[in-house]
């Protein structure tokens, strides 16, 4: 009997017979799920983009609590009230200090991951998440403002390091069959977050809203005691957005929902800008503009939201992926602290029509992706240098081989005369 005959054998009794060859795939797949990835993946999530997501948000509920503490504190130390330029300025410092601590963090991972692997270092940075917690928790009862701020910071490096990590550990412990979807968890997490922020934040609770989505929302003519309910759902739909993609990322691919994630922003985004400019037509051209901006939210979210961290850590080898995700998440935090910092200023001077610039950015991003990247679903790395190569008409560069590459050819020696069929479904049974 030779090499195929007895691969054939053993796949039979594996599956019951030829007949059966789906099946025992199909099987196969199914235990790529196993229950120890999936807790390892949701516990990790939970400790990390959870965190993140949820301090996006719930800084902007209880804005005027936070002022009032900062005026108060301020009146205890210096015997008058806090100028209104000084107040604005330490708001402002509160806020946009948790991208600095970001972007901290981003660029402590790979020191810190050199020394100590991805999931220590997910551990470890439990220690950041507690410190800032326990800061900011007792800055009130201390009348120290600067341990909010100080809290707000660290709380950023946490993110930085979470963002960076997690992604990292995600692809790292997936079957390549897999990795997308397990992938999408860090988003889906991050979305979950938001959305618990968000919740904080109804009348009921807080009485505060999102300081953006609020001046948004208020352009579009929507009533202010209304505007807490429409924000919340902004939350629900990121997570359902998040969620889809993470069933769908397998068989639609990378690619597709990437691209169609940028085209579906620019267009929802122009459409946005026409709805605000003719909001006064109609009573009914307001709720329009709603509908708008939860189709941007979920185009967003279903691809170039979480995508992203999934194309990082498959475009690199584990050694270099530290390096890749420092230099992403920089330009993560960069632009978060951009975007936050410059959008009142570009809503002000362009009004209804500062949508545009986002559009255009949109449109730039699914071109770029469009003629540049490959498909990557299913792919190991060097197949996805192989893809990049010929897509770009460039000479495929050398790589070392990765540990999928190296099982690969484990299977090839083991079974040398096997057809293409047989070892697609074979090597893995027998090896």
Same mark, same amino acid.
């Given at each position: ?26 099987? !196969? ?95 470890? $940075? ?25 809290? !707000? ?54 009485? !505060? ?31 359902? #957005? ?11 691919? !990378? ?67 530290? #390096? ?10 960069? *632009? ?27 449109? #730039? ?26 897509? $770009? ?9 990765? *540990? ?28």
């Amino acid at each position: 009997m030779d090499s195929r005959e007895l691969a054939l054998a053993s796949l039979m009794c594996d599956t019951g017979g030829p007949g059966e060859l789906s099946v025992g795939h199909q099987q !196969r797949r199914t235990k790529k799920w196993s229950f120890s990835l999936v807790v390892a993946a949701l516990v990790g999530a939970f400790g990390s983009s959870f965190l993140y997501g949820y301090n996006l948000s719930v800084v902007n509920a209880p804005t005027p609590y936070i002022k009032a503490f900062y005026n108060g504190t301020w009146y205890r130390r210096h015997g008058q009230p806090i100028d209104p330029d000084t107040l604005t300025l330490l708001w402002s410092v509160t806020v946009s200090i948790f991208a600095i601590g970001g972007l901290v963090g981003t660029l402590m991972v790979k020191m810190i991951g050199k020394f100590l692997g991805r999931k220590s270092t997910l551990l470890v $940075n439990n220690g950041f998440a507690i410190s800032a917690a326990l800061l900011m928790a007792c800055s009130l009862r201390a009348g120290t403002f600067e341990m909010l701020i100080v809290g !707000r910071f660290i709380m950023g490096v946490d993110g930085g390091i979470a963002l960076s990590a997690l992604p990292m550990y995600l692809n790292e412990i997936s079957p390549k069959e897999i990795r997308g979807s397990l992938g999408q968890v860090t988003a889906i997490f991050i979305c979950i977050g938001v959305f618990s922020g968000q919740l904080l934040g109804l009348p009921e609770l807080l009485g !505060r809203i999102w300081f953006y989505t609020n001046s948004i929302f208020g352009k579009a003519g929507i009533p202010q005691d209304k505007i807490p309910y429409i924000t919340l759902s902004t939350g629900g739909i990121e997570t359902l #957005a998040a969620i889809f993609s993470g069933l769908v990322i397998e068989r639609l691919g !990378r690619r597709p929902l990437l691209i169609g994630g940028f085209g579906l922003m620019a267009l929802f985004f122009g459409t946005l800008t026409a709805t605000l400019t003719l909001q006064d037509q109609a009573p009914w051209v307001p709720y329009l503009s709603i509908v708008c901006i939860l189709a941007i939210i979920a185009s967003f979210c279903s691809g170039p939201g979480g995508i992203p961290f999934i194309l990082t850590g498959e475009f690199f080898q584990q050694s270099e992926r530290p #390096a890749a995700f420092m230099i992403a998440g920089t330009v993560n935090w960069l *632009s978060n602290f951009a975007v936050g910092l410059l959008f009142p200023f570009i809503q002000k001077s362009l009004d209804s029509y500062c949508f545009l610039v986002f559009a255009t950015i949109c449109i #730039a991003g699914a071109t770029y992706f469009y003629f540049v990247l490959p498909e990557t679903k299913n792919r190991t790395h060097a197949e996805i240098s192989q893809a990049f190569a010929k897509r $770009n008409k460039a000479q495929p560069p050398e790589v070392k081989a990765d *540990s999928a590459m190296t099982e690969e050819k484990a299977n090839s020696q083991t079974e040398p005369d096997s057809s293409s069929t047989l070892d697609s479904y074979g090597q893995n049974k027998i090896v």
